[in-house]
């Protein structure tokens, strides 16, 4: 099996709780109690989450483009 590399978004809830989502795989959202194990999570989400996407005929990630808004 080859390894990817994805960008994962991690902040802590207002429960204090870590969240550990992937932005290029909708849904792939994981959490635990400190960063090390959110990110021990995701790891084990992400395999799934494409796992399930490519069974159900899905592309594994979706096309992400940055855009520009005045704020």
């Known amino acids: 099996m080859s390894e990817r590399t994805f960008d994962i978004a991690l902040y ?3 429960s204090g709780m870590w969240v ?3 932005m290029d795989v909708p849904g792939c ?3 635990g109690s400190t960063e090390a194990e959110a ?3 995701i ?3 992400l ?3 494409l796992e ?3 069974d159900n005929g899905m592309p594994e990630t979706v096309v992400r483009r940055h855009i520009r ?3």
């Open 29 to 31: 959202v994981s959490q």
């Open 12 to 14: 802590e809830d207002e």
């Open 39 to 41: 990110i021990e999570n």
């Open 20 to 22: 550990a989502e992937c």
């Open 52 to 54: 399930a996407r490519r």
């Open 43 to 45: 790891r084990e989400a």
């Open 47 to 49: 395999a799934g989450c």
């Open 69 to 71: 808004i005045s704020a």
